[in-house]
């Protein structure tokens, strides 16, 4: 089918297509007071069959009830069955248009032309051409105009045909389902009811746990599905507190079914996937993961009304998000790429069919943070879309303290990003009123940004100056402001090492240190390789490098994250005890297994692999390498011409040792350039091991 979507401009509405007699005709016309033609009359009417009469159920009782108003018709049963058939289409087409969930267009069912198209196409190809529909198309316009017509057509039909009230019929089906193992009650009753439809042996099996947790895992991504997301998602997570301590949430305070908690226990959960595995409802993928068959997914997508449809994205929103570890909080143990991916098809349905401001300030809260505390991983499309979903989730909340830590994850964006300017703009969004321990610890993360900021822009001393500005209110600090100073601390060593005190570094970043080994319940994991690579840098400098490398081990035997920028300090503090064998080896590992280098990395490791090349006169790979040096370090702007400087002398020494005495002395131009226009302030100090390296080039002239 085409995606071009052709609109209806004569607004037709048609005749039933049931046999309907002459009078029932007449009531149709005055109903839409329009001339009677044929196509929008019957796709109302079938709409209606549709919507009041569950799939898989018996007609007779809906054959009656057309048969007393319409009397004999020939072939009636036949026909009703062609009418839900149709009708269901068309509920599925008003659905994918809707924007509200309680607000169903029905307009499109009179905008849309050559219905026969629409009713019998696959569901992919209308899904297609109509998610490729503006939102400012003729047809949606139209069919906006035509809702209000077109709802009280239905309304009118509902009536003419003499139906009960649409809600008590559909709850006096739902409540007389029998045959689960326990009372069920509400939205999750009806939602049984439809899973005893659409999977039939799920009833005869009698596991009201299998049909739950089948409807929810129906509203995750159409990916593999880690047992780890649904445990984390339906245990206690760990929270701050007002004073900047840390609790457990309980989920339900979030309003998760505690049908759902009770069913994702541990024990309770292995017994349910076993079951539905056994009913061919899910296969198994590896160890820890599964997926649900497509067939049970569509089935209980094309079924489920829109008030269902609410409820269980939500609870799938909930379990997803729940499932990010905050950081400092949790261990992130769960696979980054398929909860993300789980995240992302919960929040595009939650999008669809649930009203966020209707959402209680609890979950909208909480799922916020979550999403920006998922921000933290993968690439920048993904930072951007989380912070930009926990934004319209807080919408109209006053919250100051929500509104910083908005301002901070912006201000990040717009720092990875190289915008310097809007990253210093984004942290005037919103600063807290540091009303308690939390608020002033949220404004201590807030002098963080801005101290990263002067980083970026080789504004040392303006970066101390704001790292002064926080100090903890409390004694003993609060588990928030031990976060804030272990950063803070961990920054200052960082900048003092730039500027050459490295004394005054090292006892900066043994205060972080001693943080993370005294500070009982928080988690310091995704911190420990930044930790021991600066420790490390800051004991080479001192000339130390056997500290340095026993620093490196122990964060490397604990299996920290980002293993390769502690295997390229490594080679670093190994070069200088000249081990050039081992270091061979650790760059060798470090291209086979193809680790994933972050822009530092890649520099560190082209300046190790120069210096090495350089060292046993393999001139013309030094040389490679020294140019790839450069090239990285056109990426950053903490350079301060120092580094430059070096990497130009490298050269220069290589060109003259290999003879080429007009390169080098072009190479010493730029060289002399820059040193006219190098400054004394700044990062003198950025990248460890270059100043020792300075003292070889240099020994070379004597």
């Known amino acids: 089918m085409s995606s071009k979507v052709e609109t209806n401009t004569e607004y037709p509405y048609a005749e039933l297509g049931l046999g309907v007699r002459e009078d029932a005709m007449t009531v ?40 007393a108003v319409l009397g004999d018709v020939k072939s009636l049963e036949s026909k009703i069955y062609n009418a839900l058939r149709i009708g269901r289409r068309w509920r599925a087409i008003v659905s994918r248009v809707s924007r509200k969930p309680d607000k169903p267009l029905t307009g499109i069912l009179l905008a849309l032309e050559k219905g026969y198209i629409w009713e019998r196409c696959t569901e992919s190809e209308f899904q297609t051409a109509l998610d490729n529909l503006p939102t400012t198309s003729d047809i949606l316009l139209n069919a906006q105009e035509m809702g209000p017509f077109a709802n009280a057509v239905i309304k009118e039909i509902k009536s003419y045909l003499n139906f009960p009230d649409h809600g008590k019929y559909m709850t006096q089906i739902y409540n007389r389902y029998e045959g689960w193992n326990e009372p069920v009650s509400g939205l999750d009753s009806m939602s049984l009811a439809i899973v005893s439809v659409v999977i039939p042996h799920l009833k005869v099996a009698g596991s009201a746990d299998s049909a739950r947790l089948t409807i929810l895992l129906s509203f995750l991504a159409d990916h593999d599905i880690p047992i780890d997301l649904l445990y984390r998602g339906s245990s206690r997570r760990k929270r701050w507190t ?35 595995q056994s009913l ?44 990010v570890p905050w950081k400092y909080l949790e261990h992130m143990e769960t696979d980054k790429s398929l909860l993300l991916s789980h995240i992302r098809h919960a929040l595009e349905g939650a999008r669809r069919w649930c009203n966020f401001q209707a959402m209680t300030r609890k979950v909208r809260v909480d799922l916020a943070h979550s999403l920006m505390e998922s921000s933290r991983y993968s690439v920048m499309e993904w930072k951007q879309f989380a912070v930009n979903q926990a934004k319209e989730l807080t919408l109209g909340l006053d919250d100051s303290d929500l509104r910083s830590q908005l301002a901070q994850r912006q201000c990040l964006l717009h720092r990875l990003s190289g915008e310097t300017e809007p990253a210093f703009t984004a942290l005037m969004d919103g600063l ?20 990263l900021n002067h980083i970026q ?48 570094s090292l006892q900066y970043l043994q205060g972080a240190q001693n943080i993370t080994n005294t500070a009982k319940d928080l988690v310091f994991v995704e911190d420990a390789s930044d930790l021991a690579c600066n420790l490390a840098d800051t004991y080479l400098e001192l000339d130390d490098p056997a500290v340095a490398e ?64 350089h060292i046993r006169t393999q001139f013309e790979e030094a040389f490679r390498y020294w140019t790839e040096a450069m090239s990285n370090l056109r990426r950053f702007t903490l350079a301060s011409g120092r580094t430059t400087r070096i990497i130009l002398l490298s050269q220069c020494h290589v060109l003259h040792c290999q003879g080429l005495y007009d390169i080098e002395n072009r190479t010493r131009d730029q060289l002399d350039a820059l040193e006219r226009c190098a400054g004394m302030s700044g990062a003198s100090y950025w990248v460890s091991g270059l100043r020792h390296w300075l003292h070889f080039l240099e020994s070379c002239k004597q």
């Open 28 to 67: 149709f016309g005055r109903i839409a007071q329009t001339p009677c033609t044929q196509t929008g009359r019957k796709r109302l009417l079938c709409y209606v069959l549709a919507e009041l009469h569950m799939k898989n159920k018996s007609i007779k009782p809906l054959v009656q009830r057309v048969r």
């Open 432 to 451: 807290p009123h540091k009303t308690n321990r939390r608020s002033h610890a949220i404004y201590g993360h807030t002098i963080l940004q801005r101290a």
């Open 550 to 613: 026993s620093c490196l081990r122990a964060a490397m035997k604990h299996q920290v994250p980002k293993q390769a920028a502690l295997m390229i300090a490594l080679a670093e503090c190994l070069f200088a005890q000249e081990r050039f064998v081992e270091v061979d080896e650790i760059l060798r590992h470090i291209s086979q297994c193809q680790l994933k280098l972050m822009k530092m990395d890649k520099l560190r490791q082209s300046i190790v692999q120069a210096k090495l090349s």
């Open 457 to 504: 822009l080789d504004q040392l001393d303006k970066a101390i100056a704001s790292l002064a500005e926080w100090q903890p209110v409390s004694q003993p600090h609060s588990a928030m402001e031990q976060v804030v100073l272990f950063r803070q601390y961990l920054l200052m060593g960082k900048i003092l090492r730039y500027q050459g005190h490295f004394t005054a």
């Open 242 to 276: 007002e004073n900047g301590e840390i609790i457990e949430a309980d989920p339900a305070e979030l309003g998760l079914s505690e049908h759902l908690i009770r069913v994702c226990a541990h024990d309770r959960l292995t017994n349910t996937l076993s079951e539905l």
């Open 280 to 323: 061919s409802a899910i296969v198994w993928t590896s160890d820890s993961k599964f997926k649900l068959r497509e067939r049970e997914r569509q089935e209980i997508q094309e079924r489920l009304p829109t008030s269902l449809r609410s409820f269980w994205c939500l609870q799938a929103l909930i379990f997803a998000c729940r499932s």
